[in-house]
């Protein structure tokens, strides 16, 4: 590197599928070339089927990236076929509620057939990425298993001895797609957690960010998760990176997907403010700069919640509104860009 040559930005990000999977698209072109984005990916969605080991938010981070996914779904391959689940429904074989495409499923054998072989999840990822080419670094949260599952009433009505309905963990995949998210969640367990040590390069990512940001993902169920590994939320805290979030809640409404029947579940109100409370600042206001118990140094809300930012720079947080939806791709970029303008004022600030 020569003396003109400034080193490169880097930006971790902590993202779930969906809506992680969108914003970095608009981060990567907001970052340009000489960013080095790593992308700490939720595991805890991952889950066996039909003996293949299916990682939901990896592969949408993934095939969104290298231009694999299926833009209408938001999940899977663009082109696919279902052949495979309509000869497997034919035996009869559950799960039926879980669709697996036939392009999915060469990813899926890839994966198994790695681990199986005796690789972590971050060399099995590390090798599918370099089919597609995502452009960031994408590592798992974890190379351990720790799955999310959710406590809900028995969806067959059973009931204990007092008549009460009984309570049952079930996978987070089965109460999400099989479910829809109706069952009531009681509570979200992330199995294995206690266990689960952080994936190679993760606290790295995280310590020698120049920013850290928390995309529109779901706060419970995708940043939740991989916040419950222990030893990020350390790192978070212990990183002279600003830490930026972005509201996944617009004007009191999840956008996409079924966030707030996991935000009920919490007793967080669906709401941009509400959301930011949850996390927390990281700094108090007084002593100025001292340090507080929560994970963020500023906030973005939607331009239709610009009424939370008192109440959010009240807690010690940086808020601005900007318009949040991403719709296509420029206003994805516009939304990363404020993302690293605050960034840039809270480090400037500070
Ligand atoms: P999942 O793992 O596929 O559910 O995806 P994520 O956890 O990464 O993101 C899902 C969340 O993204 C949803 O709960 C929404 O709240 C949020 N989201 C989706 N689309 C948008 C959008 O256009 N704007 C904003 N602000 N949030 C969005
Ligand atoms: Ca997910």
């Known amino acids: 590197m020569s003396a003109a040559e400034s080193p490169p930005h880097r930006i971790t990000v902590l993202a779930g599928g969906i809506g992680g999977a969108r914003f970095l698209r608009g981060l990567l072109i907001a970052a340009g070339p000489d960013s080095e984005i790593t992308v700490v990916g939720n595991t805890g969605d991952d889950i066996w089927i039909h003996g293949l080991r299916v990682c939901p938010d990896l592969d949408t981070v993934m095939y969104t990236l290298g231009g694999g996914i299926s833009e209408a779904r938001g999940w899977g391959r663009e ?117 689960a ?20 993902s779901n706060p419970v169920v995708s940043i939740g998760t991989i916040l419950q590994v222990p030893g990020i939320v350390d790192a978070l805290r212990r990183t002279s990176a600003p830490v930026v979030g972005i509201s996944p809640i617009i004007g009191g409404r ?23 409370r949850h996390y927390g600042a990281r700094r108090a206001l007084i002593p100025a700069g001292a340090p507080a118990d929560g994970l963020l140094d500023g906030w973005l809300v939607d331009t239709s919640d610009a009424d939370a930012i008192s109440a959010v720079q009240a807690l010690g947080i940086a808020c601005h509104a900007v318009p949040l939806w991403m719709s296509d791709l420029d206003t994805t970029v516009t939304i990363a860009q ?13």
């Open 79 to 195: 082109d696919e076929t279902f052949t495979v689940k309509d000869e497997l429904a034919r035996y009869d074989l559950e799960p039926s509620w879980f669709g697996l495409g036939d392009r999915d499923i060469a990813t899926h054998l890839v994966r198994t057939q790695m681990l199986n072989g005796g690789y972590p999840l971050s060399a099995v990822t590390e090798a599918l990425c370099a089919r597609w080419q995502p452009g960031v670094r994408l590592l798992p949260m974890s190379d351990d298993r720790a799955e999310t599952h959710v406590v809900i009433d028995d969806p067959d009505g059973a009931r204990d001895t007092t008549g009460d309905p009984l309570r049952r963990a079930i996978h987070f995949q089965e109460w999400w797609v099989r479910y829809r998210a109706e069952p009531c969640a009681h509570d979200f367990v992330l199995v294995g957690a206690p266990d």
């Open 338 to 350: 404020a993302a690293l303008d605050v960034a840039d004022d809270v480090r400037q600030g500070s």
């Open 197 to 216: 040590r952080p994936g190679p390069g993760v606290i790295d990512a995280i310590e020698q960010a120049d920013v850290v940001l928390l995309p529109p």
């Open 254 to 276: 999840p956008v996409r997907g079924m966030a707030d029947a996991c935000l009920a579940a919490i007793g967080v109100a669906v709401d941009a403010g509400a959301v930011a």
